[in-house]
């Protein structure tokens, strides 16, 4: 069982930056992959940046050169590092893990972007 918690949401105005963070309990060692997600008001969720086991880093054509996925050694944290933001980026944003036969999910963290 992990448990996924974000932060780092907030309201920016449009061209700002903002750095979300995922702290995995107890880790996320073995994960078969990982990434974020996010979902606007009446629309599906979708993913934003992913990796396998293997790399690359996958990105959302919406949010190429403008996100960056990164983690830290230790396997317990993973961030979402946003600049130059849009309005359109508004969105709950989640943190996803995935073990073969598991799939767990953050509460997700609120990011507002006005224009």
């Known amino acids: 069982q992990v448990q996924l918690v974000e932060s780092g949401g907030g309201f920016v105005q449009a061209g700002g930056s903002l750095k979300l963070s995922c702290e995995a309990s107890?880790?996320?060692?073995?994960?078969?992959?990982l990434g974020w997600y996010r979902q606007a008001p009446g629309q599906e969720r979708e993913e934003v940046a992913s990796?396998?086991?293997?790399?690359?880093?996958s990105y959302a054509d919406s949010v190429k050169g403008r996100f960056t996925l990164s983690g830290e050694p230790g396997k317990k944290w993973l961030y979402l590092t946003m600049s130059n933001l849009k309005p359109e980026d508004t969105a709950v944003y989640y943190c996803?893990?995935?073990?073969?036969?598991?799939?767990?999910w953050g509460q997700g963290t609120q990011v507002t972007v006005s224009s």
């Open positions: 996803n893990l995935n073990f073969p036969g598991a799939s767990y």
């Open positions: 107890p880790n996320f060692a073995g994960a078969a992959s």
């Open positions: 990796i396998g086991m293997q790399g690359p880093i």
